[in-house]
């Protein structure tokens, strides 16, 4: 019989090598996660730079807004809005994309109307850069400026679609963190205050927690966004164009 040979265990220094390659694999996704996540409020940054020159291009060419424009049949097959200036409810914020399209200032074909009363994001809106987000014209008519800017203005909204109000893309898809990046990036940082602001889903004014402190009152109101807060559904984004 012979002797049983004793087993081979790792050395020290095979063992921390193994932990250092654990390492490096963790901080490559770690990294990975940052970049991607990087890469997609870039193209959300990017898009509204599109469409806010589009729709200030559109302004100068036809001498209206589009979605609203009440002559637009004389230049393409499509429905007129009212002409009141602003993107109002709740046909003229799916006119608007039609429109911008039909007039080459932006690339895609929309429908320029209301799937079933659903937004549909690739159909009837732009598609965003994260999950299944979109953008939607919206103006004071269909959501009042409590957020400080004083004055009727047209904005696009960033968010997504929810079955208790398909007609609005009202429910999250960032972050607290990452919507003040971007509200950092492109305007003051406040979530309450200038031309770029945030709140929960749904629209009501915020009082629950849920990505800014809230509420908003008025141009007197202050809010900050909840950075404990790190779901990627609490805030929807406001961007505000002008009249």
């Known amino acids: 019989m012979f002797p049983n040979k004793p087993e081979k265990a790792f050395t020290l220094v095979e063992l921390s090598i193994v932990i250092v390659i654990i390492g490096l694999i963790i901080a490559g996704v770690t990294a990975g996660k940052g970049l991607v996540r990087q890469a997609k409020?870039?193209?959300?940054?990017?898009d509204i730079t599109k469409y806010t020159s589009a729709y200030n291009s559109f302004k100068l060419q036809y001498n209206a807004v589009p979605g609203d424009m009440k002559n637009a049949s004389s230049y393409w097959t499509t429905t007129?809005?009212?002409?009141?200036?602003?993107?109002?409810?709740?046909?003229?914020?799916?006119?608007?994309?039609?429109?911008?399209?039909?007039?080459?200032?932006?690339?895609g074909s929309y429908t320029g109307a209301a799937s079933g009363e659903n937004f549909v994001v690739g159909i009837n809106a732009p598609r965003g850069p994260i999950r299944k987000s979109g953008y939607q014209f919206i103006?004071?008519?269909n959501h009042s400026p409590i957020y400080g800017r004083g004055?009727?203005?047209?904005?696009?909204?960033?968010?997504?679609?929810i079955a208790a109000s398909?007609?609005?893309?009202?429910?999250?898809v960032i972050s607290p963190g990452n919507a003040y990046l971007?509200?950092?990036?492109?305007?003051?940082?406040?979530?309450?205050?200038?031309?770029?602001?945030?709140?929960?889903s749904n629209f009501a004014i915020p009082t629950n927690g849920v990505c800014v402190t809230g509420?908003?009152?008025?141009?007197a109101g202050s809010s900050n966004y909840i950075m404990t807060d790190t779901s990627d559904s609490s805030c929807v984004m406001q961007f505000w164009i002008g009249k």
Do not use: C
């Open 41 to 46: 409020l870039q193209g959300v940054m990017s």
């Open 80 to 107: 007129n809005g009212d002409g009141n200036g602003y993107v109002t409810p709740v046909a003229e914020p799916y006119l608007a994309w039609q429109h911008l399209a039909l007039a080459k200032l932006i690339s």
């Open 139 to 141: 103006s004071q008519f």
């Open 151 to 161: 004055k009727t203005e047209n904005g696009i909204r960033f968010g997504q679609p």
């Open 166 to 172: 398909p007609n609005s893309l009202n429910t999250g």
């Open 182 to 200: 971007l509200d950092k990036k492109l305007d003051d940082g406040l979530a309450s205050r200038g031309k770029i602001v945030a709140n929960a």
């Open 215 to 219: 509420p908003f009152t008025g141009a």
